[in-house]
């Protein structure tokens, strides 16, 4: 490639981060109600009319603009510090309430999905999550989106979250205090590997984006036990597609998250090695545009899971 078409490349391509601010701008104001500067109105609305989307946001209801709006943060954000060398990392270090604030709110949109697509399709979890004893745990909480969302969607449920990065259970205690919902959240400051809850849960969120792969293998053995009998991982990781272009980013943006991202039949076998039953793999609608691809597992009754323990052999944890 030579230097003019090199340059062509780039012009062409980083339009599209203009692109994307002008419609989260556009967002920002429906959302908040707070009017651009004129200039700046006519501007982004010259924009969109050229893209042919002027308008687009009119028939879209204010919970879709506002998971839209915080994806659109919460990326471009995160892809700004990729470049400068002072910024980079290869794990969660963020400190920004801008970033933290809209990962939780890009977490919350997963909730109406787990709630009407997925939780349907495992065996009793409904009932469970709608009984006063209910009890969702929700690792990696960051700043509790999720947690106050599932709170919300399942009024008697209880919630614990925990979260080993101080800066996000900060604003994550903030956010459940102006919601209200103190008394139904507790938040820890624990690693998913350090949990010693037995017998307490009945769904359990595990999201590999942000976890090390050297980790999982631990996680599952500690999310098992903390699981009730009978109850049910979500192993949650991004769906990379077929779209090469696409997956490059995905496993892009998980390595600077400092998680991993695993075939779904690895990941099969990890929880089968772990002692789950009723292995398979979901998939969840476009939330608004992340598609997860969630293996599940449920942990055996009470009796069975001592045979595996303690009975014919230990349960064998496959290394990754």
């Not at 009017?35 to 924009?47: F, G, T």
């Not at 999550?129 to 999720?146: C, M, T």
């Not at 080993?164 to 604003?171: C, M």
């Not at 076998?269 to 449920?298: E, H, I, N, Q, Y």
Request: one cysteine or more; a negative charge; charged letters at 20%.
């Amino acid at each position: 490639m030579n230097s003019q078409a090199f340059r062509e490349l780039v012009n062409t391509r980083k339009d599209s981060t203009t692109i994307l601010a002008a419609l989260g701008a556009a967002l920002d104001a429906k959302e908040t109600g707070t009017p651009l500067h004129p200039a700046i109105q006519a501007r982004i609305a010259e924009v969109l009319d050229a893209l042919e989307i002027d308008g687009m946001t009119e028939g879209v209801n204010a919970a879709d603009c506002g998971r839209t709006l915080a994806e659109i943060r919460f990326g471009m954000l995160l892809d700004a510090k990729l470049l400068l060398s002072s910024t980079r990392s290869l794990s969660w270090t963020h400190t920004e309430t801008e970033i933290l604030q809209a990962g939780g709110e890009v977490s919350a949109g997963f909730a109406p999905a787990l709630t009407q697509t997925i939780v349907p399709q495992l065996e009793g979890l409904s009932r469970r999550l709608g009984s006063p004893e209910g009890s969702f745990f929700d690792v990696g909480a960051g700043a509790a989106g999720l947690s106050i969302a599932m709170a919300r969607l399942w009024p008697s449920l209880n919630v614990v979250g925990i979260d080993p990065w101080a800066p996000s259970l900060a604003l994550a205690r903030e956010n459940v205090r102006t919601a209200g919902l103190i008394g139904r959240i507790q938040l820890r400051q624990q690693a998913v590997e350090d949990i010693l809850d037995a017998d307490a849960f009945d769904l359990a969120w595990l999201p590999s984006a942000f976890i090390p792969e050297n980790v999982i293998p631990a996680a599952c053995e500690h999310v098992y036990r903390a699981l009730r009998p009978g109850g049910w991982l979500l192993f949650a990781m991004a769906n990379p597609g077929s779209d090469p272009v696409s997956a490059s980013l995905v496993r892009l943006r998980t390595v600077l998250w400092g998680g991993c991202l695993m075939d779904p039949d690895q990941v099969g076998t990890l929880l089968k090695g772990t002692g789950f039953v009723d292995v398979r793999t979901l998939a969840m609608p476009l939330v608004p545009s992340w598609r997860l691809l969630p293996p599940a597992g449920r942990r055996t009754s009470e009796q069975r899971n001592q045979e595996n323990c303690c009975g014919q052999g230990r349960r064998i944890v496959p290394r990754l």
